[in-house]
């Protein structure tokens, strides 16, 4: 018989984050910090609405775009939250942010063409331009430099090959963020070499201190800039898969094209639910939103304070929920690190290695996580590298 | 009360077993000030005390419990404050509150069984010089208890590692 896969499948790096999770599954009684989700539950009244939704009998495909009203929102929710122009028409409802990432990539990127991706960063977009016939690029973002991406490393790393450059701020696994005055920066090399942008910011609404900033909304940046959105993190709907994408017009289009063979239309039950998400937000401010950054960010000064205590030196993460420590003074690198915790004191981490190739010293943590399991986890990994001095 | 008192509140109101230590690092402070503070809204009675929130219910136990609408004459001088105070000095009685609308003061009590409610109502309650009547409600369930609601939603469906 015949090999029926296809070679490009067939040699994708299955994800360094699934072995690890097969070990942690089966380890009685760990406490993980190595969930890449909110902690809360969808808020009551977006669960409400969806069922309402269902209740009436809204259960058929919706336009390929999606529903209307949920365009008019979004574009409006963008326009008031991140000072982004985006005409409805040009605003594509898509299966999580992860959809959109896809979508980007093939609508734009040619065989052989080289995509520029921050390492460390989620490790989904390698992949992804791999199957989109490109090659993916990886950009140190390095701890000293508070793992923002620089104008000069991101100059060494373009040739003639160079298509698109994949930003991710809030950054996935780091916590980092880019100021607008960093994002000028990189903006000036990314006209000079007439690169596209794909900017996936699904943690915009979650930044401590600073507000968010986007690049599509720096001058000369839209119409060169695809934008990537969702509302799995801000309004806790991870498990309902609404992303959004908004591109320039011709972009748009053969992403539109892509999506309505491919995909037809996002479901509509969360779509009704995003709605809600989005009618509740503007009647008061986004008040549920804000609470849970509030609630993030006392658990982000908690995970700070207490990494300082057991002696880990970790970045400041400004944005998303997690802290990418370096495990340095263990003496372990970060996959011995998190292989060994797991081992000893069932707490679970993820290898920064999983994020990239300069991640290999790091850990991440994620603090959506009760503060219980948090205290928890501390005590145990304080106990773990008193045993290692 | 200070930005700082509401931020503790919050926390507390939440997990009150949580240590000063813990509190100072989540809010970026020292841990002497939280100390400070705490001690503060507990001598001004901002913080009444530290309890833990049982369902009866989960811990089996048999006790009955009774919403009593009363209705009351004000006094002169004193207007309702008199007759709640004598009501609320009872262990039995949970909660009273002055209410507006068809009644005066809403009294939440708990007793071993529905004799001992019945009998607390109609032999000191209704002998209380200003009550002109009350309407007793037993309570048959819980489904939020102070702002948590009793049957859990199925806690942490969660990927335990995921990117």
Redesign the interface.
Known sequence: MRDFVNQKAKLLQP?G?RK??DI??ETEG?I?L????P?F?TPWKVRAAAITSLQRGYTQYTGNRGIPALLELISRYLSERFALDYDPKHILITVGGSEAIDLALRACVERGEEVLIPDPA???YSPLVTLADGVPVQVECREEDNFVLKPEYLERAITEKTKAIILTYPN?PTGAIMTKEELEKIAAVIVKHDLLVITDEIYAELTYGKKHVSIAGLPDMKERTIYISGFSKAFAMTGWRMGYVCAPAAIDEAMFKIHQYGIMCAPITSQYAAIEALKDGFSDDFATVEDMRDSYD??R??VL??LAEIGLQCFEPQGAFYAFPSVKASGLSGEAFAESLLKEEKV?V?PGS??GSFGGDNVRLSYATS??SL?KAFDKMGAFLSKRK | MTALEKNILD?LTE?AR?TPK?I?????VDENEVKTRIARMEKTGVIVKYTAIVNDEAADESVVEALIEVKVTPKKKEGFDGIAKQIAAFPEVKSVYLMSGAYDLAVLIEDRSLQQVARFVSERISTFDGVISTATHFLLKKYKIEGTVTER?DA?N??????
């Open positions: 994800s984050i690890f999770f942690v599954r760990a993980s190595g969930v890449g989700e902690d539950v989620y490790v989904s996935n006392k658990r000064k908690f304070h207490s679970a993820v999983a994020f503060m219980q205290s | 926390i997990d949580i813990k100072a690092a989540m809010l970026s939603e942490d969660r990927i335990l590692v995921q990117a």
